[in-house]
């Protein structure tokens, strides 16, 4: 039988319409452009005098330049944070791969952490990551405290665990907000299709970084796409030996 963390069964509901979510960024992508057309164009006259301050300081009046430089820089930064009204604070990541293997087996190597990191794409970026491991040897409750000067500091916990179908982890990035990730696992003949997912609501976030996470959701599909990948292939690699 599946098992579950108490008040953690939000995560198991954690991935999002992906046609919704398309629809969600195009109308976002209107709104951003409609925005930054307006707001250039009227202030297109400001930006002349200030290429022009760069270019020759020495025609211009320094002080009202260097005031007319700080009112388009607040305007801008302004218009930043008017568009993120319109962007979403959510985020999903997912990436599959079909791996000759028993399900067992690949389910091994996520479900039992210290056989995750052996192949899961951060702990390569930096071999020096210290881990503290803690809770039972594998699935649910197990957990591990990670520090690094590259990849930064945080917590991951298995908060559910159903054999060979399903691990479901808690990532709490240290004060910079939490995520849920998600490794579903279907019998494909001989093979199995895993299935990992990130996804993100946004809870955790400080208040000072609710902005440029707006921003950074736009591109997580980029950026942690290609480590999902990396990090399939590596257990595709790592099961398929066996």
């Given at each position: 039988m599946p098992q579950k963390l108490e008040?953690?069964?939000k995560y198991s509901k954690c991935l999002f319409n992906d046609r919704e979510q398309r629809n969600n960024l195009y109308v976002s992508s209107i709104l951003i452009g409609d925005i930054a057309d307006e707001y250039f164009f009227s202030n297109w006259n400001d930006f002349q005098q200030i290429f022009s301050f760069v270019l020759n300081p020495k025609k211009f009046n320094t002080m009202k330049t260097l005031k007319?430089?700080?009112?388009?820089?607040?305007?801008?930064?302004?218009l930043l944070v008017i568009v993120s009204f319109f962007l979403p604070s959510t985020f999903h990541?997912?990436?599959?791969?079909?791996?000759?293997?028993?399900d067992s087996v690949i389910f091994s190597n996520v479900n039992n952490l210290k056989n995750f990191v052996t192949w899961m794409p951060w702990?390569?970026?930096?071999?020096?990551?210290?881990?503290?491991?803690?809770?039972p040897e594998q699935?649910?409750?197990?957990?591990?405290?990670?520090?690094?000067?590259?990849?930064?500091?945080?917590?991951?916990?298995?908060?559910e665990s159903a054999p060979n179908?399903?691990?479901i982890m808690e990532l709490d990035f240290e004060g910079m907000g939490k995520s849920a990730a998600s490794f579903g696992f279907t019998k494909e003949g001989n093979a199995t299709?895993?299935?990992?997912?990130?996804?993100?609501k946004g809870e955790g976030i400080p208040f000072w970084m609710i902005v440029p996470h707006k921003y950074m959701s736009l591109f997580m599909d980029k950026m942690v796409g290609a480590d999902f990948e990396n990090g399939l292939a590596s257990l595709k690699?790592?099961?398929e030996g066996k």
């Open positions: 008040g953690t069964s007319k430089i700080g009112i388009v820089l607040v305007s801008f930064v302004l990541v997912e990436r599959s791969a079909v791996i000759n293997a028993n702990a390569k970026m930096d071999p020096n990551t210290k881990m503290d491991f803690f809770g699935g649910l409750g197990q957990g591990y405290n990670w520090s690094s000067e590259k990849t930064g500091n945080g917590k991951m916990t298995i908060i179908q399903k691990v299709k895993v299935t990992w997912a990130m996804d993100s690699s790592l099961t």
